[in-house]
């Protein structure tokens, strides 16, 4: 069958890299990108473009009626960082955003959705390490518990409306073409920005703060290979865990030191990020998707930073 696939929130970090791998598979007329801010260079000028604002339901539908995509990437969303300085706004837009997209694909029978969930799902009862698929999940951020009730609606879809819906709890995700959202994750990034350009970086989170992260490359496969997976696979219709890789900011301004030597880091202690990142799991149990679909990790912490570097290097 000849795909049509509209991303919703193609200029973020995720969107930015997930619109140009898919036009490379599937061919570059076949996938629509939309945002609700007008189109990054390089995507306005490789294909299709839309401006779409998933909260506005008369607009969406006129999208999804004109294009009838057989995929939809909804991946609109306000982080965890920024929803809690926002945070009505946050859940109306991850939640209501959502259940726009999730009527019209069962409306206009799209064929696959996917959204993606988030480490932010767990909360400070959750066991933090090796954070199990299923257990206590009490998020304490609006961005936690938008994805947690997402998630819900995302089964609930699948199982009243047999729609074909596939998701990801992302770790902090890093990569080198597109800027981090504002999340609690976001120093992962800034911090190779910073040291290729002042060959310092304060950060924000403390020196042992543990969290879950994942280069873009491996992210980018697995929303691929979940997506193309035969559905019969597909054994959970709320999110799968995925683990990444686990380090803390000082094991990261470690291994940058390996390529930067003279690179010097230092910490800030009053940022409210850290009560975010102190509620999330520390490390993942990704068992499950290695089992369904197959996932294998392939960027662990050292291969990650020196891709990093040498790409970013590049662009700066
Ligand atoms: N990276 C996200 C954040 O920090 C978590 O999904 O908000």
Redesign the pocket.
């Known amino acids: 069958m000849s795909e049509k696939i509209l991303v919703i929130g193609a200029n973020g970090q995720i969107g930015t890299e997930l619109v140009v791998a898919l036009r490379g598979i599937h061919g570059v007329d076949k996938v629509v990108a939309s945002d609700i801010n007008n189109p990054t260079y390089a995507i306005r000028n490789s294909g299709p473009y839309e401006l779409v604002n998933v909260l506005d339901k008369d607009n969406l539908h006129h999208i999804f009626d004109k294009y009838r995509p057989t995929q939809v990437y909804l991946l609109a969303a306000i ?3 920024v929803g809690e300085q926002k945070p009505k706004m946050a859940w109306d837009l991850n939640m209501t955003g959502l259940i726009h997209v999730l009527d019209f694909a069962v409306e206009f029978k799209t064929a696959k959705v996917f959204w993606p969930s ?3 799902v767990f909360g400070p009862h959750s066991p933090q390490f090796n954070t199990p698929q299923y257990c206590v999940m009490d998020p304490n951020t609006v ?1 936690g518990f938008s994805k947690l009730a997402g998630e819900r609606w995302a089964e609930y879809y699948f199982v009243k409306h047999g729609l074909d819906i596939r998701s990801i709890r ?4 890093i990569g080198w073409k597109a800027s ?1 959202g ?5 120093y992962a990034v800034h911090i190779f920005h910073e040291a290729l350009k002042k060959g310092k970086y304060e950060s924000f989170l403390s020196a042992d703060t543990a969290l879950p992260m994942m280069y873009m490359e491996d992210a980018i496969r697995a929303t691929i290979n979940l997506m193309d997976a035969p559905a019969e696979q597909i054994k959970i219709r709320s999110s799968y865990n995925l683990a990444g890789i686990s380090f803390t900011p000082a094991q990261l301004a470690d291994e940058i030191k390996k390529h930067i030597p003279s690179f010097e880091m230092g910490y800030v202690n009053t940022d409210p990020r850290q009560a ?1 990142a102190d509620s999330w799991p520390k490390s993942i149990d990704d068992s499950s998707a290695r089992q369904d679909w197959g996932w294998k990790l392939e960027y662990d912490l050292p291969k990650m930073t020196a891709d990093m570097l040498e790409n970013l290097k590049k662009v700066l």
Request: no cysteine.
């Open positions: 982080l965890s960082a988030s480490i932010a961005y992302y770790p902090g995700l981090p504002g999340g609690t994750t976001d975010i």
